[in-house]
């Protein structure tokens, strides 16, 4: 099975190819997935992925609990943290807590 399934993104003219099985609770859920765009390959498999293994959160919220969770140490690039404070409306002169407060009354840092 894995031989067939690794030669089945064989000339198929795309860069990246993903074909994952997740087995939750009694369910099985599949999804494969085709792209020249290693980022759209990425979050169609975290988000399939988080919207399956954690069907009653909303997959931006489990997404974040798993990064969080995760052994894999995750370096939030500084322009997505500069994009959320200005979204706030915070500025360069606004503290640390400002920042934090916002990410608290949001639900989270969102990272768009």
């Not at 988000?47 to 919220?61: H, I, L, Q, R």
């Not at 052994?71 to 002169?93: E, M, N, W, Y």
Request: charged share 20%.
């Amino acid at each position: 099975m894995s031989r067939w399934l690794a030669s089945s993104f064989d000339d198929d003219g795309f860069t990246y190819g993903i074909d994952a099985t997740l087995h939750v609770d009694g369910e099985t859920t599949r999804q494969r997935m085709v792209s020249n765009d290693v980022t759209a390959t990425f979050d169609a498999l975290v988000s399939w992925f988080a919207a399956n293994a954690g069907p009653n959160s909303p997959t931006p919220e489990a997404l974040g609990l798993l990064l969080v969770a995760a052994d894999t140490t995750v370096d939030v690039p500084p322009v997505a943290i500069k994009r959320f404070a200005t979204s706030q409306g915070l500025t360069a002169s606004d503290s640390i807590g400002d920042l934090v407060r916002a990410a608290e009354e949001n639900g989270g840092f969102r990272i768009e």
